[in-house]
């Protein structure tokens, strides 16, 4: 099984499947194209996501789109627990991976995942600032009633923790008022071993992406 991904430092829906996998320690092979190259457009064309990262690889099989590969990575591995036990839990995390998949194009516009750079004093838009709120309640809530076995959102991680990593890693480029629980909550997911090994492979990047570097002074965070 191969998982075929863009840019460490930019793409965010590649790293959703790719921190399931990861974090799981999975036996699925890793493959990393750079957006726009040349490599990504030939690598990808003949296949049946439009050309679009990140896309898993299953013999015949091709599944494309983060929430569709989580799915599918959690029947193929099931011991892995991508969704809670319960079945009001999983209808739950369910619901708040939907919700990430489909809303906060305020947060996305205005804050586009940019591991490297810290934006000191970045104004932060209206409709930015209402999804970071929702955002936050949706965390309270289920650190709240299915967080009591451990510092994830259901206790244990699941997809619905890799379906919010890039949120996380959005919120250390810029300052950005957090209540306490969404504040653990951050740094429970900063100081996990998958995603210091997603910045490690950030860090090797240099190049640029004109559509997510913000107008704005920046300092690198390494």
């Known amino acids: ?26 036996d699925v092979h890793i493959e990393r194209l750079m957006f726009e190259s040349d490599e990504l457009k030939q690598r990808m064309k003949g296949g049946f996501s439009n050309g679009k990262v990140p896309v898993l690889i299953d013999g015949d099989l091709e599944v494309w789109d983060s929430i569709a590969i989580l799915e599918y990575l959690n029947e193929k591995y099931p ?26 194009q305020g947060l996305r516009n205005d804050i586009p995942m940019n591991c490297r750079r810290f934006f000191p004093g970045y104004v932060i838009g209206e409709q930015a600032k209402k999804d970071i709120n929702r955002i936050q ?22 997809i619905a923790d890799a379906m919010y990593a890039p949120v996380v890693m959005r919120f250390r480029s810029v300052d950005v008022e957090l209540n306490d629980v969404s504040q653990a909550y951050c740094e429970t997911m900063n100081q996990c071993d998958a995603v210091a090994e997603w910045l ?10 004109d559509e997510d570097e913000l107008d704005w002074p920046s300092r690198l965070l390494w």
Not at 137 to 154: A, D, H, I, M, V
């Open 200 to 209: 490690d492979h950030a860090r090797l990047e240099d190049h640029l992406f």
């Open 137 to 158: 309640q949706l965390w309270c809530y289920c650190r709240k009633n299915y967080g009591q076995s451990g510092p994830w959102l259901f206790g244990e991680f699941t």
């Open 79 to 104: 011991h892995a627990g991508g969704l809670p036990i319960s079945a009001e839990a999983r209808a739950l995390a369910r619901s708040i991976c939907a919700e990430m998949h489909s809303s906060f």
């Open 1 to 26: 099984m191969k998982l075929i991904i863009g840019d460490y430092n930019y793409s965010s829906w590649s790293m959703r499947p790719w921190m399931f996998v990861r974090h799981n320690k999975l």
